[in-house]
């Protein structure tokens, strides 16, 4: 497949991004963070939240039934821009020519710590829900990046490295409020509008607006005792993450890395009450200048001493500053001690920024010379699916994850293929593929192809925020449309909201 050349200059900028990346766009997106987490706490300390919150969504109400009266032209999308998305699949936004509706409910509506639930918001994000909650409590699952929000983790995808024994995100819903296409606003649970309950995960708001959710919080001690294993091989690392991600005494935390043929490393860790001094260090890895996670894990695993205690927020997010390893593209120096000991106290960009400040040439330049890609497949299939990848997107460097995928009642988009349901998230996260870094041709959209035809031919599942190019009809055989569609029609979406197939496809 022929492609344009990238014009010098766009490959110029692209290359020196860091020019401007450093004394410019750092300080502007730390300064709007602390504008965002002024406002946020200014908004937290008044009352009625939930006034507030009925308001808002009493005008989105408004809004849709005023494209009824329209005529019904164009689908219902939220007004939120592309660029404050996290996905990095499309230089179009699918939000042309749409019917847009206002949404900006990001309050923290309620914490009930007897039913053990929070009620939020959808444009709320982690970073602001985990400290929210009062101490000693938090969320089963926390998706390791600040900025996601709860919207996007329910309705689209969320994991981390507690979801060996929690599942997804939204495994751990108890409630969706949903705004239909007519207009009403209905709760959707186990017991309630199950079927929408169920169809909800996966669909990308192609089903209704999220206007609350509930969620399930769990107490939690203060301290994660990290042990980092150092592994010789993709088939050793995969059954080092089986071992640990099965049976009743798994640890609370399993995380993987592959860093080349002979070197992985599987991180475990165990919620604790206090650090024992003689049994490891304390390692407060949150703060600036310290270095980012997935080097600091490759080096701590050939240490003999390979034991630490985190504090329990700085494990969350250990992957911010760096944006896993996304942030060497930025700023190739990032994990340099000068710089972190200088201006580490400027990271992480907020992604929001990064995507604002890319021209279209230099998007394209980067969907078309980077791969990122993520996939769930099942464990016992891990090793073949990291030589696809390296066979395919000619990368060292993946993250992996962990996660038991649970059959529900009736069942949604994605179901355990396996009788233990135990599947693992493969991530290649922002690579430059080795062609590519050696000047040779590299199709990203034909590595892609091949990647879902193997994920298709092995029970694999293609995350929805990565780059697809499978038809139609491969994107209905790797997910069950029954209940989605089912839940189409029945509540209306059907010629209002887009054709999730439409939100996902790049082709």
């Known amino acids: 497949m022929n492609q344009t050349p990238v014009p010098r200059s766009v490959q110029w900028l692209a290359d020196h991004r860091w020019l401007y990346v450093v004394p410019v766009l750092l300080p502007l997106s730390k300064a709007y963070a602390l504008a965002e987490a002024l406002s946020s706490r200014l908004l937290g300390r008044r009352a009625g939240a939930l006034r507030r919150h009925r308001r808002r969504v ?3 109400q408004a809004r849709v039934r005023e494209r009824e009266r329209q005529g019904g032209d164009g689908p219902l999308c ?26 900006k409910l990001d309050g923290i509506l309620h914490v009930d710590t007897e039913r053990r639930t929070v009620t939020v918001g959808p444009a709320v994000t982690m970073g602001r829900l985990t400290a929210a909650l009062p101490r000693g ?12 929000t709860v919207g996007g983790l329910v309705m689209g995808y969320g994991i981390e490295t507690s979801s060996h024994r929690h599942g997804l995100f939204a495994d751990n819903v108890e409630s969706c409020g949903v705004l239909l296409a007519d207009g009403e606003v209905v709760v959707a649970d186990r017991t309630h509008h199950t079927d929408l309950f169920h169809a909800l995960p996966w669909s990308r708001g192609t089903l209704g607006l999220l206007t609350s959710v509930q969620l399930r919080i769990v107490p939690a001690a203060p301290w994660v005792r990290l042990t980092y294993h150092r592994l010789g091989s993709a088939s050793a690392l995969a059954e080092c993450v089986e071992s640990y991600s099965t049976g009743p005494d798994a640890p609370d935390f399993v995380e993987g890395f592959h860093f080349s043929p002979t070197e992985g ?10 650090p024992r001094a003689r049994d490891g260090t304390v390692n407060r890895m949150g703060r600036w200048y310290k270095p980012w996670f997935h080097e600091h894990a490759r080096a701590r695993c050939r240490q003999r001493r390979n034991v630490e205690y985190v504090p329990l927020r700085d494990f969350y997010f250990r992957h911010s500053r760096s944006i896993y390893w996304a942030a060497e593209m930025l700023v190739p120096s990032g994990n340099h ?5 200088t201006l580490g106290w400027l ?7 990064l995507k604002r400040t890319e021209t279209p040439g230099i998007r394209r330049m980067y969907l078309r010379n980077t791969a990122t890609q993520e996939a769930l497949v099942p464990v016992r299939a891990l090793p073949e699916a990291i030589e696809k990848c390296r066979e395919v997107f000619h990368v060292d460097r993946m993250w992996l994850c962990p996660v038991t995928l649970r059959r529900t009642e009736p069942e949604g988009m994605v179901s355990p293929g396996t009788a233990d349901g135990l599947y693992v998230d493969i991530a290649v996260v922002f690579e430059t593929p080795e062609p590519v870094r050696l000047g040779r041709p590299w199709d990203a959209r034909r590595a892609t192809r091949e990647f879902e035809a193997w994920l298709l031919d092995n029970g694999g599942f293609q995350v929805p925020y990565v780059a697809s190019h499978m038809t139609r009809e491969e994107f209905w055989s790797m997910f069950d449309s029954r209940l989605h569609l089912d ?21």
Not at 265 to 274: I, K, M
Not at 337 to 341: A, D, G, K, N, V
Not at 487 to 507: M, P, Q, T
Request: proline share 8%; glycine share 4%; hydrophobic share 40%.
């Open 58 to 60: 009493a005008r989105m």
């Open 78 to 103: 939220t007004a939120r821009p592309q660029w404050r998305s996290v996905s990095h699949s499309r230089t179009t936004s699918y939000k042309d020519g749409a019917f847009l509706v206002p949404v």
């Open 137 to 148: 409590w938090t969320l089963p699952v926390v998706p390791e990046l600040e900025d996601l």
């Open 265 to 274: 490393v599987v991180v475990t860790g165990t919620l604790v009450d206090h």
């Open 337 to 341: 001690p000068l710089f972190r000991y």
């Open 347 to 353: 990271m992480p960009p907020k992604i929001a920024f």
């Open 487 to 507: 839940a189409r029609r029945k509540y209306g979406a059907e010629g209002a909201f887009l054709d999730i197939y439409d939100k996902v496809s790049c082709d």
